[in-house]
Nanobody, 124 residues
Framework: QVQLVESGGGFMQAGGSLRLSCASA????????MGWFRQAPGKEREFVAA????????YYTDSVKGRFTISRDNAKSTVYLQMNSLKPEDTAVYYC?????????????????WGQGTQVTVSS
């Protein structure tokens, strides 16, 4: 288990950009696969993107491909989600999550540690 704290959410007009950050307090951050998920009101939490420990492997849900970029800085124990060309349907609470294996999965139950979430609101 690692402690995760997200930041960087906010209000943005459609077409704009935001960068989310997720800082970990654990000393073994580089051992974890990191993911971003989101949950809109009345909907289930859904996978957005994930990145392997070395940053070589990344994976995105289709709806964000070409617009969002996940990255990590193991020296800073931080994972990022750069969100460009935002759309109103991107509005949700965004969560980062950590998985203590080297494989990327999209299921929420594949991740054992979660942050508290940060709200992203995109207006049309």
């Amino acid at each position: 288990q690692v402690q995760l704290v997200e930041s960087g959410g906010g209000f943005m007009q459609a077409g704009g950009s935001l960068r989310l950050s997720c800082a970990s307090a654990g000393r073994t951050f580089s051992h974890y696969t990191m993911g971003w998920f989101r949950q809109a009101p009345g909907k289930e939490r859904e996978f957005v993107a994930a990145i392997g420990w070395s940053s070589v492997n990344t994976y995105y849900t289709d709806s964000v491909k070409g617009r969002f970029t996940i990255s990590r800085d193991n020296a800073k124990s931080t994972v990022y989600l750069q969100m460009n060309s935002l759309k109103p349907e991107d509005t949700a609470v965004y969560y980062c999550a950590a998985r203590n294996t080297w494989t990327i999965v999209v299921a929420t139950d594949g991740y054992g540690s979660w942050g508290q979430g940060t709200q992203v609101t995109v207006s049309s």
